[in-house]
């Protein structure tokens, strides 16, 4: 019984954590950000389903993961704007990984038929990969482009967010005024 307790207090701090938790992983350790779904293309027990083939990967594949949720604005600045959001894992590895988390993620990118994963080094600006084959997926197959820092607390684009309504980013531009901000506060007010 007490270790079955241990077991269940360690995945469950495993799964929370904090921004300042998140930021130690971002400036000491490897990290990358995957997901499984493939936003509002298919049905959400089939994206659940597949994040949970996602999940036994990179368990299988020695690493750790926070669980987060990743959020997308698609045709931003139209009429027909929408919030993409997608489950996602942050996963972590050691500093030094000799590249084993970049090789996991390439190919879980395509095997879960992502456009791009997010890589991170200790000390790096992070980047995303391309893992797509479709000419229109940006930034294109295998193609590497700096996503930036990490930030807390803002939104852009591209942005992840914790429970409680924590967010951060990996981005060289965020507008913390501009449409992005004033788009999730909008929606933060329908909530209450």
Do not use: C
């Amino acid at each position: 019984m007490f270790s079955s307790f241990i077991k269940s207090f360690k995945q469950y701090r495993l799964h929370e954590s904090s921004l300042s938790r998140i930021w130690k992983h971002s400036q000491n350790r490897t990290i990358g950000m995957i997901t499984a779904f493939r936003g509002g293309k298919e049905d959400i027990v089939i994206n659940r389903k597949r994040n949970i083939q996602l999940e036994n990967d990179i368990r299988q594949s020695g690493f750790g993961f926070i669980k987060v949720k990743g959020y997308s604005i698609e045709n931003i600045g139209t009429s027909d704007a929408i919030k993409v959001e997608e489950e996602s894992f942050l996963v972590i590895s050691s500093p030094d990984d000799d590249g084993k988390l970049k090789g996991f993620l390439r190919k879980a990118g395509q095997k879960y038929n992502q456009d791009s994963v997010l890589y991170k080094e200790p000390g790096k600006l992070a980047i995303l990969i391309g893992t797509n084959t479709n000419p229109k997926a940006d930034p294109g197959l295998n193609k590497e482009i700096i996503a930036g820092k990490w930030k807390p607390n803002t939104i852009g684009q591209f942005y992840t967010r914790m429970k409680g309504h924590r967010t951060f980013t990996f981005e060289s531009v965020v507008e913390p005024d501009g449409v992005f901000a004033l788009w999730y506060k909008n929606v933060l007010s329908k909530r209450k």
